[in-house]
């Protein structure tokens, strides 16, 4: 799967993906200072899933209908890293089974997936 990680998730999100052999553009690495509409045009024709804190993607996809391979909203409340990539690898077999084509929002407790319109062409 291929990921755009939003520049506001740590460094070690996008390493620990690389480490499983995922394609991961990070946008504190290459893209600082991009909007939130510049990476998502970027990820859609790239066919990326972004993993963002920024609700505002939310915004983009269902009030102003934008189109989206996908994205994974992390909405946890303890923001260390440690406990991040504790709870990504736990639903690690969901992410890659549903991120592509939701709106993926991942709590503590709980995963909530929305469909989005996928890329055209």
């Known amino acids: 799967m291929n990921f ?3 520049e506001n998730i740590h460094a ?5 993906l690389r480490s499983m052999g995922q394609d991961v553009l990070y946008a504190a690495e290459n893209l600082s200072g991009f909007s939130d509409e510049q990476l998502l045009a970027l ?4 066919k990326r899933v972004i993993i963002t804190d920024d609700k505002d993607f939310g915004d983009l996809i269902f ?3 934008e189109v989206s ?3 994974i909203l992390l909405r946890l409340t ?3 890293i440690e406990a991040r990539l504790e709870r990504l ?3 690690w077999e969901t992410i890659q089974a549903r991120a592509e084509g939701s709106f993926m929002v ?10 989005i319109a996928p890329p055209r062409g």
């Open 4 to 6: 755009l990680i939003d």
């Open 12 to 16: 070690d999100i996008a390493n620990w």
């Open 43 to 46: 990820a859609r024709t790239e």
């Open 63 to 65: 009030h102003r209908r």
């Open 69 to 71: 391979t996908g994205i």
């Open 78 to 80: 303890d923001r260390s």
């Open 89 to 91: 690898s736990r639903i």
């Open 106 to 115: 991942v709590s503590d407790r709980k995963v909530r997936l929305r469909p």
